[in-house]
């Protein structure tokens, strides 16, 4: 496999937390939405798995930016971007949501924060949805302001968060929802604390706003963290696999709409919601869909995915996996693949050359976990 | 200063050209459009500088995607993006263009190609154009196609390029005018060659659309090119700088308008276009701007930048140096800086911190060569 260097700029810009995460031995960075996101410590991708799911982490995901749509039109372009009904949201609540364009193609699908009917942040994945907002506010000229606001986030994962957090924000935290935020006191600042992230062993989102403060709180978390082995961390590829969250631009992308992506719980067609994509959706649901993202097992000891590979049956090409990593829970490869129709309907056995090495697999559903 | 390795994903597209030029060695990466660009080949930046003054290197730059835009009211969308005047532009020109928003902020600035009234290629910087695009023709109901259509463009640059391309398309392209674009044979396939190129040494840029001929054509071009000792290679920080080729993202952003780019040139005021920001750029261009990139020259003898830098006078922030790097022809460390009203007016001197070392430098016209 070769191995290239990051070569930066003030283009793939950097966090507020860069210049620690570095100090703590970052050794690998992938960028999102322009930024430095960190991809791995040094540590094996095993050893830090198991760490994951034993104690807990604080992660530099700063990359997930914010976009901040305020005004009086606000509500309505939020809802005209993404066919998740928005229109009973409440201020407080995260919303997972497909974001897709007039095809129905996937743009991005982000968290969703509603303040209220006038002010709302989108968290997005890794594409510009702020320029897509713009030219639909333009377009259709909405009364509303759109900008990134200088928000970074840092995560607090793995099952130990709440002890930690505990001791810095006191037992009210324990309180807070799942998917639900809410601001909370650190020393002469608040930070807007969100129950979410993007890993399945529990934690929190920490939208920073006030730089200096959330320096001195990331700094804490690592003081008080010890006596819960906190070590700084990132999204996770075998824990995120395992637990099928997506990821946007692996896989899938404009060229996949919500139903084949399996979110069909965030696509609300049967009500008078005006948003982009309605009637192709309502087709496409109608004659069904051609595709769908799977899960597949390949019999495999390791994996280093780069791109698609296709997947075959008889030599015809029946799917392609787009993410894949070894699982140590299941000793061997799994994935998140893409798999027409009718051949995600079942586990069908496929072959597939990894290496030029030929090997087999199966199709399952996800999550794996 | 810290390394980092590029984590591989699918979402980091990989180019046409990859495979060939990891094995070529390429040894660091940016990311450009969700692509992997190549940052550099082992040589010292003074070497490859020195290599590609003097013969022709091939330059996988696939990650300059291609913006189609087709249809009806193609003119119109594209017009409307930017402040350049396309009303007269003639089929088989390209057209450098500062694309703004609203408020005249700069959102991209490709080369814009045209083939006809109604199908237009935007060669995009890096920002997801494609999204302000669609936001904007869905906004405003306009009779377009928009798509990323599969174009690798790789760029052949240096002082012997056109003998190595005459070799394998003939002196057919020596005519070839600067900012012409034209289909030129290569055994069964033809492919869109334009006179341009992200140096200031002279070249083409060969937008690939037939992969397999592509990857043939880009062996011919190393086989072919022994003679003038060709090269991979990539744009280059040192002759881009000298000859102030402003990269989107490092020098200027969102928050830039094209005058304060110094782009008055592709600004235009005088006649009835219909662009988005005009109002906005009458009204700065009365009032006169409050900030301008300007060229500086700092004494010292290396600089990493990754992030701005303040300049300052007497204590007081008087701009900020966006990219920077050691100039072997001026012996110091040359870069592009947004200088605030009045320091842009003449060169002045200022101080500056760089790795905790206090330095001078001075202000100065671009380009520098």
């Not at 601001?183 to 989102?205: D, T």
């Not at 051609?290 to 799917?319: F, H, Y």
């Not at 061997?332 to 051949?343: L, T, W």
């Not at 990894?354 to 559903?365: P, W």
């Amino acid at each position: 496999m070769s191995i290239q260097v990051v070569s930066k700029s003030r283009r793939l810009r950097s966090t507020i937390y860069s210049s620690r995460i570095e100090k703590q031995g970052v050794k690998s960075y992938t960028i999102y939405n322009h930024m430095l996101l960190p991809a791995s410590f040094g540590d094996t991708l095993e050893d830090s798995y198991n760490h994951l799911k034993e104690y807990v982490q604080v992660w530099d995901v700063a990359a997930e930016r914010q976009i901040e749509i305020k005004g009086k039109d606000a509500y309505q372009l939020v809802q005209l971007m993404t066919c998740r009904d928005l229109s009973k949201a409440k201020a407080g609540k995260c919303y997972y949501s497909p974001i897709i364009d007039e095809n129905g193609g996937m743009i991005n699908d982000p968290v969703i924060l509603k303040f209220d009917d006038e002010r709302w942040w989108i968290s997005i994945a890794d594409s510009d949805l702020m320029l897509f907002a713009k030219g639909l506010a333009i377009g259709k000229t909405l009364n509303v302001s759109i900008s990134e606001p200088n928000v970074n986030i840092m995560a607090v994962q793995g099952p130990k968060a709440f002890n930690l957090l505990e001791k810095i924000f006191g037992n009210e935290i324990l309180d807070l929802k799942f998917y639900n935020f809410k601001y909370f006191n650190f020393k002469n600042s608040k930070h807007l604390i969100a129950r979410s992230g993007w890993s399945k062993q529990g934690g929190v989102e920490i939208y920073v706003e006030d730089t200096k403060s959330g320096l001195e709180l990331y700094d804490l978390l690592f003081e008080e963290g010890k006596e819960f082995n906190v070590k700084p961390g990132c999204p996770h590829l075998i824990e995120r696999i395992e637990g099928a969250l997506l990821s946007y631009g692996n896989d899938m992308d404009i060229n996949d709409n919500p139903l084949e992506c399996g979110l069909d719980k965030f696509v609300n067609l049967d009500n008078d919601l005006n948003f982009l994509g309605k009637d192709k959706l309502i087709k496409i649901k109608e004659t069904g869909i051609e595709k769908k993202i799977m899960g597949v097992k390949i019999n495999l000891d390791k994996i280093n995915l780069r791109s698609t590979i296709d997947l075959k049956i008889d030599g015809k090409i029946i799917g392609e996996v787009r993410s894949a990593v070894y699982s140590p829970t299941f000793k061997k490869v799994i994935g998140i693949a893409m798999i027409n129709k009718p051949y995600f309907l079942s586990n069908h056995k496929f072959d597939i050359v990894v290496n030029d090495k030929e090997c087999t697999g199966e199709i399952c559903n996800i999550p794996f976990i």
